[in-house]
């Protein structure tokens, strides 16, 4: 079976880091394309960060770049998202997402939280 569980989320405060983890099993990792979301209480679901296969494109939503680093181990069928000088805004339910042509697969989601 098909499992992505995130992990890594909590409290921070703003200017604080985190760095969330996102453990695949039940498919061939290396095949899919791998995404950060997340959803912000009364936002819509955004498109945080994407990274190829091989790791060898990277793309980020503007509110995050220079300050959010994803990257992918495919030897450990994990993705990573590194999230620096954070900001309140950037408080939501984060979302790890597998996709390969027209699959797709969530993981259930870790609270980030930044607040004073």
């Known amino acids: 079976q098909v499992q992505l569980v995130e992990s890594g989320g909590g409290l921070v405060q703003p200017g604080g880091s985190l760095r969330l983890s996102c453990a695949a099993s039940g498919f061939t990792f290396s095949w899919y394309g791998m995404m950060w979301y997340r959803q912000a209480p009364g936002k819509e679901r955004e498109l945080v960060a994407s990274?190829?296969?091989?790791?060898?494109?990277?793309n980020y939503a503007d509110s995050v770049k220079g300050r959010f680093t994803i990257s992918r181990d495919n030897a450990k069928n994990a993705v990573y998202l590194q999230m620096n000088s954070l900001k309140p805004e950037d408080t939501a339910v984060y979302y790890c997402?597998?996709?390969?042509?027209?699959?797709?697969?969530w993981g259930q989601g870790t609270q980030v939280t930044v607040s004073s």
């Open positions: 990274i190829a296969t091989d790791g060898g494109t990277t």
């Open positions: 997402k597998a996709t390969r042509l027209w699959a797709s697969y």
